[in-house]
Every structure is written in C-alpha cells, then in structure tokens.
C-alpha cells in the first residue's frame, strides 16, 4: 500500500456538480497539504493542515472547500467549478508542517466541462 | 519575479550519461531550503534531494547529486548513470525561512524540465 493514497484518479465534472476528492495517508504524519498543478505552471500550494487545524489558504476561491477530519484523512470539497479548475490536484503529507520531505499522492486529473 | 527558474522544458541524455537539470532561484532570506522532486508519467511527486542553504557540502543522494553555487544562487542537479526509468518531469522547489514547525513552510516550485533518457 502506498503511503499517500488518493481517489479517484481521474474526475469529470459539469460546472453545476458537487463532488469530493479524497487523500488518505498511511505513514502516521500530522501535517497535509492541497496542490493544484496547471498544464504549464508550477504547482500552486491551495490549503496546509497541522494536525487537523488549517494553517494556510492561499487565496483559494471558495468553491474550494476543504475537510481534515483527522491527520490521515483529507478531502477536498468541490462545487460550481469554472473550466479553468481543471488540473491535477495533489495531495503530500509530511512529518509535521515545515519538515523538508512531503510524501505526495498520485493526484486525482480533474477536468470540469 | 519567478523565485524558481528552471530554463530547459526539456533535456534529452543517452542511457548510462550523466545529465545536469538547471535551477536558480531568488531570495533574500539567508535561511532557506532547495529540494528536488521527480514526477513520473503516474503523477506522484518524488521527493530526491534536499540541500540546505547553511550545508557546507553539497547534498548527494545515490545517483542524484545537487551542484549548490550559493554566490550564484543555483540549486543544479546531476544525475549520473541515467536510466530508463529516470524519464519524468522534474521539479525544483524552494522553502524559505526557518520551516521545521515554523511558519515559513512553503514550497516554491519552478516550472519542471522533461527529462528524456535514449536507450
């Protein structure tokens, strides 16, 4: 079992939808983030938990919601996305916030139609 | 200004050559951290080599090597005995300020290089 698990892989949305993209981490850290990497930009640093407090928005649109119910599990909640959401949406967890090593998910390929 | 730069989209190096990704970055904060990851075609983000601003030596990890020119301010990383499966994009990133549970605990990421390694 990997050590960042995220689903689902892939996600096709209408911009009217409500969905949740989920991440879950097996390797007993404290701290997880949210990246959003657009074709062609550097990956863009969205939300950071430290044991299950959100500790940074970076200016995220609110229809960008998300949910730490505990240190293993994160999700983020979507509705009423735009076309220009579409983008791999990354989840990484590390030790506690500010150790040098994130452990990064796959990521879940949203595309919003 | 971009605080990664990363000035090759793509680099292409034979299997068994040593390959050299470029970074430079910018910041004015004596404190900081240069990391690279690897992102293969299934998308994780692979951490490979961390160098601290304050490291006397260079970082080396395996294969994986970090030419750190701190008067230059760049952050290369040399790949020796490339693979086949070294082919991926790759990213450099910076954290500036203290981190380690202080509050400075971003990473700045550049925009990646594609490496392509020939058989």
């Known amino acids: 079992e990997t050590g960042v698990t995220q689903t689902p892989r892939h996600l096709v949305m209408g911009m009217t939808n409500k969905k949740s993209l989920k991440c879950e981490q097996h390797?007993?850290?404290?701290?997880m983030y949210w990246y959003k990497q657009s074709a062609k930009k550097p990956l863009e640093l969205m939300f950071v938990y430290n044991f299950k407090e959100q500790t940074e928005n970076n200016s995220v649109p609110s229809r960008f919601s998300p949910e730490c119910p505990n240190s293993s599990h994160l999700f983020l909640h979507l509705h009423t996305l735009q076309p220009e959401d579409s983008a791999l949406y990354l989840c990484a967890s590390s030790q506690v916030v500010g150790t040098e090593k994130l452990f990064f998910g796959s990521g879940t390929q949203l595309s919003v139609l | 200004a971009q605080k990664i730069t990363q000035t090759q989209p793509g680099m292409f190096v034979q299997e068994k050559e040593a390959v050299t990704l470029d970074c430079t970055y910018d910041?004015?904060?004596?404190?900081?951290?240069l990391f690279w990851y690897k992102q293969p075609s299934s998308g994780e983000m692979i951490f490979l080599i961390y160098q601290g601003s304050y490291d006397q030596q260079n970082a080396t990890e395996g294969r994986y090597s970090l030419n750190f020119q701190k008067a230059r301010k760049s952050a290369n990383l040399v790949i020796s005995a490339s693979q086949l499966g070294d082919s991926a994009m790759y990213f450099c990133?910076?954290?500036?300020?203290?981190?380690?549970?202080?509050?400075?605990?971003?990473?700045?990421f550049g925009k990646g290089t594609l490496l392509t390694v020939n058989p």
């Open positions: 910041t004015s904060d004596p404190s900081y951290g």
């Open positions: 390797l007993g850290h404290n701290a």
């Open positions: 990133a910076m954290r500036e300020g203290q981190g380690s549970g202080g509050s400075n605990y971003k990473l700045t």
